[in-house]
């Protein structure tokens, strides 16, 4: 008799672990249950859909409802709401959304990818129809919508982290006047000082305004108020972040971990003997500190799929952790970071030092020839690398894998500013900006 598994979920994790499932188990019946009526799509790649006139979301769907149950012999199920978990008779409560109708299904291992939920801050009006947070595909196509039908002309963002500044850039392109207003003293708070003055010129430099120690009080009337003024706003994104989905884990007696994801081993495996966490409803382990973080991002859920879904098929395959690297589009600048900040860094116990530097990006005697702001950290006592941010208009999404690499597999600074990088004059310096930034922290270190 095959074996039945369950997937909660249908986006990154799930559809990842739901694949590994039925290749390494081809018989099994592997049935998923999504909430939403798509699966599978690349939700980071939202907002240049909603500025985009030709965009079409269907160009955002990765894998297609029928392509998983006929290609994939997935059993997907759309429309469907998952309403509990009983862990002692393995089973799984849900409601048919369209129909109305509730009923239950029994499951051998079970993985739960039910994601996040966007933060509402606690104010009136942020139910209003003008009032959008930017989470699902869903949420996506109405944005598109709204924007295609009302033609608003001033929007305000409230939040300014990874999805606050991509909108931003979204609704300049569409011809809106565009203001953040930001609850912390500053975008992106974990970089390097240099790099968040660079953030705040670029949005100057494109018209956006922006204001911080901003606290919003109310939305009415298309008027956000807040303590730095009254702004109007004919569409509202809220962009104030999330929180993981992991009511249904609770409910069903599931451990939840200190930053209140889904407590998970390297196998992903929940306190609960055969039942699996993944993608933004779960932790991850930080390899440089060993500890238990919460990183919500696109990638780091497709791998918890992925191992998820192998171990949820009797195989034995370990998540190696993660080093928080991350990266996003600011109008013509690229900003990343990996490992630790500096922040991090003290907090966690070592002896960190960073330097920060301004190189080129291209050899001296080519035309395009661009600055790159790179900060780097390592660490005095042992001599590991631990981090890096960096800033550009070209280089900077490729070359802060780079760092990553060597981060990942535990470098020191000394190590990672001999590495054998490949060079051109179009692409690099002799000297490439992070071997420059390896070389000037390692005399630091000294």
């Known amino acids: 008799m095959s074996e039945r598994f369950v997937v909660i979920g249908g986006i990154a994790a799930g559809m990842s672990a739901a694949s590994r499932i039925k290749k390494v188990k081809p018989d099994s019946e592997v049935i998923v249950f999504e909430k939403g009526e798509y699966i599978s799509y690349g939700a980071c790649s939202m907002p240049y859909y909603i500025s985009n006139p030709e965009g079409d979301y269907r160009d955002l769907i990765v894998l297609s409802v029928d392509d998983a149950r006929e290609k994939r012999k997935i059993d997907v199920r759309t429309n469907h709401f998952v309403l509990g978990i009983s862990p002692t008779e393995k089973r799984v409560f849900y409601r048919e959304l369209i129909s109305g109708k509730e009923k239950s299904i029994n499951y051998d291992r079970l993985v739960i990818a039910t994601g996040a939920f966007p933060v509402k801050p606690p104010v009136g009006g942020v139910d209003e129809d003008y009032v959008f947070s930017l989470r699902t595909l869903d949420d996506g196509i109405k944005i598109k919508e709204f924007i295609n039908e009302k033609k608003p002309r001033s929007a305000v963002i409230i939040g300014a982290g990874y999805i606050g500044l991509e909108m931003a850039e979204s609704f300049k392109e569409l011809g809106l006047d565009v203001t953040i207003v930001e609850m912390l003293e500053k975008p992106m708070p974990d970089y390097n000082e240099k790099i968040i003055s660079t953030i705040l010129q670029t949005l100057k430099e494109n018209g956006v305004k922006a204001f911080f ?4 009080e109310r939305i009415e009337d298309n008027i956000v108020y807040s303590t730095a003024g009254n702004f109007r706003a004919d569409i509202v994104l809220l962009a104030t972040g999330i929180k993981p989905s992991v009511k249904l884990a609770k409910d069903a007696g599931i451990e939840l971990g200190e930053n209140g994801a889904i407590a998970v ?32 991002l696109g990638t780091v859920a497709n791998k918890h799929g992925r191992i998820a879904g192998l171990n949820a098929a009797r ?20 900003v990343a970071r990996c490992g630790l900040t500096l922040r991090e860094a003290m907090e966690e116990g070592f002896d960190p030092v960073e330097v920060s530097i301004t190189a080129s990006s291209s050899a001296h005697g080519y035309r395009h020839r661009y600055p790159i ?10 001599g590991k690398l631990l981090g890096a941010q960096m800033i550009g208009k070209v280089g900077v999404a490729h070359r802060i894998n780079i760092v990553a690499t060597a981060i990942f597999n535990g470098n020191t600074v000394k190590e990672f500013s001999m590495f054998d990088l490949a060079y051109a004059p179009p692409f690099s310096p002799v000297w490439d900006p992070v071997l420059i930034a390896a070389n000037v922290l390692s005399g630091k270190l000294k």
Request: proline content about 3%; hydrophobic content about 35%.
């Open 265 to 296: 081993d390297s196998k992903m495996e929940t306190s609960v003997s055969g039942i699996y966490a993944a993608g933004d409803c779960a932790e991850s382990i930080h390899r440089l500190t060993n500890r238990k973080v919460y990183v919500p």
């Open 315 to 334: 195989e034995t395959i370990r998540f190696p952790g993660v080093i928080k690297s991350a990266e996003f589009k600011l109008f013509d600048r690229e």
């Open 373 to 382: 702001q790179i900060a780097m950290i390592g660490d005095r006592r042992t």
């Open 213 to 216: 120690n901003a606290r919003v």
